[in-house]
Structures are given as structure tokens and as C-alpha cells.
């Protein structure tokens, strides 16, 4: 598999990747920002499916490194964010690290200085906690390990968080928390384990991903069964990340969005790598409503009929939600009062039209 590509700033991007049978096109387009409260009051998610997904796509070490595409190009760019901070971090938490993508990204030659430097020199040590070990270790052999200090641990649980107050300069978050059922209490948990005025940086799958595939799974079920099953997970939107970020303590909010669009041959290409990925349905009750072969083929041509490019390959739009809160800290930047402002913005604009 090629390294992803670090990418430059722009309002869209393209990334192509060769796989031995396919091409994938990755298409980037930044979004939009917006905050509302809310939040979730019951189970949705079973975790015990979760973790079995994760546990056997990482016995299968090839194909599961096979579809790190988009869980590396997320880490990157999360990545970006936190380097954007201009300090350094002696101890980092990555919270449902994966197969650690976040400490191979860090340890990537710096694009400024691909010769000489890598990310990795802004952080002292990283702390990679996951509750998959198969997945959590998949990698622990790899070349990477020995560029920075990564100490791996195996949680209980993803919604349980076992630190004292204030014990990391930073935590961060790659493609986990759209698992999570209680994520106010993680995220509250985050901000407690933060010492003040560090930053809490994420990124979760959330709004409309894979809108393609679940409008055809819906519209092929209604079609071949008259009627319509839960065959992909919810997710938060965007509106609501702001108020639980807001809710949980932190402050100096951002939230703002990105749609990574991937190409794919087929619809059944798409769900074998979501499977690889550890990234398949875990809504509780979901075994009750298996999908039918009739209906998976009639799904496939719903999803060409109506999302098709002209090449003959599928789309699949996953929807990145990032986040950044800060905990709050006595010498912490704070906005002025309402009124303090000694200029009138009126009055410039009026200036520069004259």
C-alpha cells in the first residue's frame, strides 16, 4: 500500500491511491462550522460487538493495514491541528488510538524538513490507550515504534477513563468517539485528565457519512421487504459537538467539518473495507434484522442509479467532524466584555467605502 500524501490547503483536494485491485480517489473539501447543545440518554452502540469487530479485523494484520487509507489521512491532518499549537507536550494521550495511526503520522519526516525532523520531536511521550488489544498491538513491531516513546494500554472500557486530574498536556481522539454512547461523560472525563489550559483535540465520523450507502440499503429494503431495518449506525451531527464540548468544561471552542470522498468499484468493495476497518454496524439488536442477497443486489443498483460517477466507480462521503476545547487555566486568553471594543466596526467599513 502507498504512504498517504500530505496534502496542501485548499478548499479541494484529490488524493488517488493504488491497491492491488482497485483505484481509490480520495476527494477533500472543508465545510462549514456551527455548535447547538445536545446529547445522547441511552445506549445505542453495543460495545461488546464493537470490540469483537476490532478484534478480528486485526487478526488479519495485511487487510487491516490494507484500509488504514482513511484513518492515516485523518491522523495527519489531526496531526496538523495539534502541531498548530506552538508548544511543546511532554506527555499526550491518544484516547481509542486504533493501531496507534496518530504516533505513525507524528513520526512521519516533517513536511518543512522531510530530511532531517519529524512531528514527534513536539511531544515527549505519547500514551496510546485502546480497548482492542489485537488492534492496539497490530503494529507494535513496525519501525515507528522506536521513533518517539509510545506506551500502549488496553482499557476495560472506551467510555472509562482510568487517570488522575491532570495528568496530560494534551489528549486526542482519531475516529473513536462515533462508537461512544455516553460521550458527555467522556468528554467531561477528557477535560478532568487535562491539566489546565491544554487542548483537547478530535475528530469523529459523524452528520450525513456514507449517505450513499444508506439511502440505497433503505430504499432497496423498502423496495424487496416493504419495510426498513437498521443496517448502519447513527451518528452525532455537527450542530450538537459545540454544546457537548461547551457542556463538558471547555472552552476557546472549534468546531469545523470535513468530507473525505472515496471511490470505490462497487457497494460491496465499500462494506468489505469497512469490515477490515473494524468499522461495521454495532447498533444494539442489529443481528435481529439481517440483510437479504436480494436486496444487497438491488441495492447496488439503487446506489449507481442515483450516486454513480461517470467512470463507472461509486462514491462513499465520510463526514469528519473536528473539535478543539481547552481546559480551562488561570492565564488562559479570554474574549473582552461585551462593549470594551474602543473601534466601531461601522465605522471602517463606512471609511472604506468613501
Avoid at 441511552?42 to 494484520?61: M, N, P
Avoid at 471552542?253 to 468499484?265: R, S
Wanted: net charge negative.
Amino acid at each position: 500500500m502507498l504512504s498517504p500524501v500530505l496534502l496542501p490547503a485548499a478548499s479541494l483536494h484529490t488524493l488517488t491511491r493504488t491497491r492491488s485491485h482497485r483505484v481509490i480517489a480520495l476527494r477533500f473539501s472543508r465545510g462549514y462550522a456551527i455548535q447547538a447543545p445536545g446529547a445522547p440518554t441511552l445506549d445505542i452502540f453495543s460495545s461488546q460487538t464493537k470490540w469483537l469487530q476490532k478484534e478480528r479485523a486485526a487478526a488479519d494484520v495485511q487487510a487491516s493495514r490494507d484500509v488504514d487509507y482513511l484513518r492515516d489521512e485523518v491522523a495527519s491532518r489531526l496531526c496538523e491541528r495539534l502541531l498548530d499549537v506552538n508548544r511543546h507536550f511532554p506527555k499526550v494521550l491518544d484516547l481509542g488510538a486504533n493501531a496507534c495511526n496518530i504516533a505513525r503520522m507524528l513520526t512521519r519526516p516533517s513536511p518543512d524538513s522531510p530530511s532531517s525532523t519529524t512531528r514527534a520531536e513536539r511531544l515527549s511521550t505519547l500514551v496510546a490507550a485502546e480497548s482492542s488489544q489485537a488492534m492496539l498491538y497490530r503494529d507494535a513491531d513496525l519501525p515507528f515504534n522506536q521513533a518517539m516513546e509510545i506506551v500502549r494500554q488496553v482499557l476495560p472500557t472506551s467510555e472509562m477513563l482510568p487517570y488522575e486530574a491532570n495528568t496530560f498536556d494534551a489528549v486526542l481522539s482519531s475516529l473513536s468517539l462515533h462508537w461512544i454512547n455516553d460521550l458527555p461523560s467522556v468528554l467531561a472525563q477528557v477535560n478532568n485528565v487535562l491539566k489546565p489550559d491544554s487542548p483537547f483535540i478530535g475528530v469523529m465520523l459523524g452528520g450525513d457519512s456514507l449517505f450513499e450507502l444508506r439511502t440505497s440499503l433503505q430504499l432497496a429494503e423498502l423496495e424487496r421487504r416493504g419495510g426498513v431495518s437498521m443496517h448502519t449506525s447513527p451518528l452525532a451531527d455537527v450542530r450538537d459537538v459545540g454544546g457537548l464540548l461547551q457542556r463538558a468544561g471547555f472552552h476557546l471552542l472549534t468546531v469545523d467539518v470535513d468530507d473525505i470522498v472515496v471511490d470505490f468499484p462497487n457497494s460491496f468493495a465499500l462494506m468489505r473495507d469497512l469490515q477490515a476497518m473494524g468499522e461495521s454496524n454495532a447498533v444494539l439488536g442489529r443481528e435481529m434484522g439481517a440483510m437479504q442477497r436480494d436486496a444487497m443486489l438491488a441495492a447496488e443498483g439503487i446506489y449507481r442509479e442515483l450516486h454513480g460517477n461517470d467512470d463507472g466507480s461509486i462514491p462513499a462521503t465520510f463526514r469528519l467532524i473536528y473539535m478543539i476545547g481547552w481546559k480551562e487555566g488561570p492565564n488562559q486568553s479570554k474574549p473582552l466584555p461585551r462593549g470594551s471594543g474602543m473601534i466601531s466596526i461601522k465605522d471602517v467599513l463606512e471609511g472604506q467605502t468613501k
